[in-house]
């Protein structure tokens, strides 16, 4: 498997935020400071944020484990993403379930799972490890679709090469709506691989906007896979420039 160095994965991060820059117009930065993305995010959107990345329901560990990007167009924020590392202890659907009901418990909601995939897919029963949780994504409705449409797609992969230089997971993962899963919205936020109805809500969270949620991943071989690319991409055209 190729690995990426940190020269080489800075050298990515920064081809990729040039072209977000010049093709979009769109500034990146990173933060620890969930205050802030509390606040940034009420901007953006007037609906809860969930319990996984909300200050007021975790501890100091918060910033210590996660962090979350904000995109600017015109000094304005237009984009928001927040990203959490986890380490699950046993089978992942059995973690999963009770990090769920823990975080909303935590925050006061009364949820309640009806099931989780059971039994797992084989690829599903490997998940473990240093695993990156992506979350609150949202984009500004002026930034969707026609000749923008690519912005997510750019956007993504440096999202994933930033992760990777923050803590070289063995999964970036989440969860999402299985609407969204049908759309192949996924794909082209670099997820490849979908297990539909992983969880049943039998009383859902308020951030959650159906019963049913589609588990969506990425491994370790494949997030090196793409971000490589994107290297060769580079080291072509440092050669022919």
Known sequence: MQELDPLGINQIVTRLHMHVVAVHGIEIATSVDFDRFATVRAQLRDDAISPYFDPQH????????????????????????????????????????????????????????????????????????????????????????????????????????????????????GLTTENRAQRGMLRRIYYNHLEEGFIVWKRRPECVEQDRETLCYQPRHQIIRDLAAVGSRYEMSMGTS
């Open 58 to 173: 975790n501890g100091p560990e918060l910033s210590q484990s996660a962090f979350w990007i904000e995109g600017r167009k015109d000094g304005e924020p237009v984009y928001v993403e927040a990203y959490r590392l986890y380490e699950p202890s046993g089978p992942f659907n059995h973690w999963c379930r009770a990090w769920l009901m823990e975080a909303h418990t935590r925050a006061g909601e009364d949820v309640h799972i009806g099931s989780v995939a059971e039994p797992m897919s084989d690829p599903v029963s490997r998940l473990g490890g240093r695993m990156a949780y992506r979350g609150e994504l949202f984009m500004s409705p002026a930034l969707r679709g026609g000749p923008k449409s690519r912005l997510i797609n750019d956007i993504s992969l440096l999202h994933h090469a930033l992760v990777w230089g923050y803590w070289k997971p063995d999964y970036i993962w």
